[in-house]
């Protein structure tokens, strides 16, 4: 298979125009439900910055054999920013769906072809694809100046059993007793509960959004939902998927205070945890525990699922409710070595600062003064204005 006939789509409707013959590619390959076209289409309406554009290889029977799902964008100094479609949101991304081996091959050669036509200087980031992907083992040869590395793991308990004991290790439970003991010894109440109902869900969406800001301020970083476009995403993402019952919200509350909080998808016969966090004032009763004990209930329960997906990063909480992890890699690419060494300047050098860092402790105490005297100040400030008119909104 040659890289002859393959074909280009740009623009904003490139998904709708070519849905059903995406969906049925991406079925083919078993993609993930952040690798789908919902969630893609709702990156490209939340205005991320980037336009559309597919790459792909029509088969002699009219299906798609293979597709590049990459979106662009163009800065004044720097030139074309390319990324994999859904870029900064996809904890697993297949952008390079491929029905066979050669397929991948030839698709690769495709988008080298269709990147060498672009005017200027050009930087190429595809993350979180399967760590096998051949498309991109292909790119990486292909292109002048390209790597793949290693992305974030994903862990990943395959179910067996049906009993939770048989995933449960000592240390979990004790941990989980632990925390209902300290709940109980201070006299609170506790309650976990799991929303499937979308207007549940997006009534209680914004007190989770709220928590998901405040822990990362009190972590001493900025929150990916400080950005409004991300934001926006994030909310049309969860309700899209809960209108189509693959949704779950789990929230834990202390005392009727949110204190933990899990968005989960169903996704075939995978239960996806995306994203959790747990309040900052209320880290001692580890509510974490809770809902995690609660979520392995019940895809246990259910015969439906044989897998539970922690999806992106390998924190150790995750590896204790995991028995494998599910390998990525990430593509980087640049139109020539020379843009290479002025367009990644800035990464390698975030990168250097943040080894300088860990190596030299006061160095990064100063860095966190000059944190909390500017953007974090400025952002717990808006969380302290958000619980303001949280607590005026339920006194009312």
Same mark, same amino acid.
């Given at each position: 298979?040659?890289?002859?006939?393959?074909?280009?789509?740009?623009?904003?409707?490139?998904?709708?125009?070519?849905? +059903?013959?995406?969906?049925?590619?991406?079925?083919?390959?078993?993609?993930?439900?952040?690798?789908?076209?919902?969630?893609?289409?709702?990156?490209?309406?939340?205005?991320?910055?980037?336009?559309?554009?597919?790459?792909?290889?029509?088969?002699?029977?009219?299906?798609?054999?293979? +597709?590049?799902?990459?979106?662009?964008?163009?800065?004044?100094?720097?030139?074309?920013?390319?990324?994999?479609?859904?870029?900064?949101?996809?904890?697993?991304?297949?952008?390079?769906?491929?029905?066979?081996?050669?397929?991948?091959?030839?698709?690769?050669?495709?988008? +080298?072809?269709?990147?060498?036509?672009?005017?200027?200087?050009w930087s190429l980031v595809v993350e979180q694809q399967p760590a096998d992907d051949p498309a991109v083992v292909a790119l990486a040869r292909l292109l002048r100046a390209a790597r793949a590395e290693a992305g974030d793991g994903c862990?990943?308990?395959?179910?067996?059993?049906?009993?939770?004991?048989?995933?449960?290790?000592?240390?979990?439970?004790?941990?989980?007793?632990?925390?209902?003991?300290?709940?109980?010894?201070?006299?609170?109440?506790?309650?976990?509960?799991?929303?499937?109902?979308?207007?549940?869900?997006?009534?209680?969406?914004?007190?989770?959004?709220?928590?998901?800001?405040?822990?990362?301020?009190?972590?001493?970083?900025?929150?990916?939902?400080?950005?409004?476009?991300?934001?926006?995403?994030?909310?049309?993402?969860? +309700?899209?998927?809960?209108?189509?019952?693959?949704?779950?919200?789990?929230?834990?509350?202390?005392?009727?205070?949110?204190?933990?909080?899990?968005?989960?998808?169903?996704?075939?016969?995978?239960?996806?945890?995306?994203?959790?966090?747990?309040?900052?004032?209320?880290?001692?009763?580890?509510?974490?525990?809770?809902?995690?004990?609660?979520?392995?209930?019940?895809?246990?329960?259910?015969?439906?699922?044989?897998q539970i997906d922690w999806m992106r990063g390998v924190q150790s909480y995750k590896q204790e409710l995991a028995r494998s992890v599910d390998a990525t890699v990430q593509l980087r690419a640049w139109s020539s070595p020379a843009a290479?060494?002025?367009?990644?300047?800035?990464?390698?050098?975030?990168?250097?600062?943040?080894?300088?860092?860990?190596?030299?402790?006061?160095?990064?105490?100063?860095?966190?003064?000059?944190?909390?005297?500017?953007?974090?100040?400025?952002?717990?400030?808006?969380?302290?204005?958000?619980?303001?008119?949280s607590g005026r909104d339920q006194g009312a």
């Amino acid at each position: 298979m040659s890289a002859g006939g393959a074909q280009q789509a740009r623009g904003c409707d490139a998904l709708h125009r070519w849905g +059903a013959a995406l969906d049925d590619l991406l079925d083919a390959v078993d993609a993930p439900v952040t690798a789908r076209r919902p969630w893609l289409a709702t990156w490209v309406d939340a205005s991320l910055g980037a336009e559309p554009w597919l790459v792909w290889l029509p088969g002699s029977d009219g299906r798609m054999e293979a +597709a590049a799902l990459l979106a662009r964008s163009r800065r004044r100094l720097a030139g074309a920013s390319i990324v994999g479609l859904g870029h900064g949101t996809s904890d697993r991304s297949v952008c390079f769906p491929s029905r066979t081996t050669a397929a991948a091959i030839a698709l690769a050669a495709a988008v +080298a072809e269709a990147l060498s036509r672009e005017h200027g200087p050009w930087s190429l980031v595809v993350e979180q694809q399967p760590a096998d992907d051949p498309a991109v083992v292909a790119l990486a040869r292909l292109l002048r100046a390209a790597r793949a590395e290693a992305g974030d793991g994903c862990p990943v308990l395959r179910v067996e059993g049906r009993a939770l004991s048989d995933y449960s290790t000592k240390k979990t439970r004790r941990d989980v007793r632990q925390a209902r003991e300290r709940i109980e010894a201070e006299g609170r109440t506790v309650s976990v509960d799991r929303l499937v109902d979308r207007t549940a869900i997006e009534r209680a969406l914004p007190e989770a959004i709220d928590l998901h800001r405040r822990r990362d301020h009190a972590a001493g970083r900025r929150s990916d939902l400080d950005h409004p476009a991300r934001r926006a995403f994030y909310e049309r993402a969860v +309700a899209l998927h809960a209108e189509r019952g693959e949704v779950e919200l789990w929230l834990v509350r202390i005392d009727g205070a949110l204190a933990a909080y899990d968005v989960a998808f169903i996704d075939g016969r995978a239960y996806r945890i995306w994203d959790g966090r747990i309040a900052p004032d209320l880290t001692r009763f580890a509510p974490g525990h809770l809902s995690r004990q609660a979520i392995v209930e019940r895809a246990l329960a259910d015969p439906g699922i044989d897998q539970i997906d922690w999806m992106r990063g390998v924190q150790s909480y995750k590896q204790e409710l995991a028995r494998s992890v599910d390998a990525t890699v990430q593509l980087r690419a640049w139109s020539s070595p020379a843009a290479e060494a002025v367009l990644d300047l800035p990464r390698r050098a975030r990168l250097a600062f943040a080894h300088a860092r860990d190596e030299h402790p006061p160095l990064e105490r100063t860095w966190m003064a000059v944190k909390e005297r500017t953007v974090l100040r400025r952002a717990r400030q808006s969380d302290a204005r958000s619980q303001s008119r949280s607590g005026r909104d339920q006194g009312a």
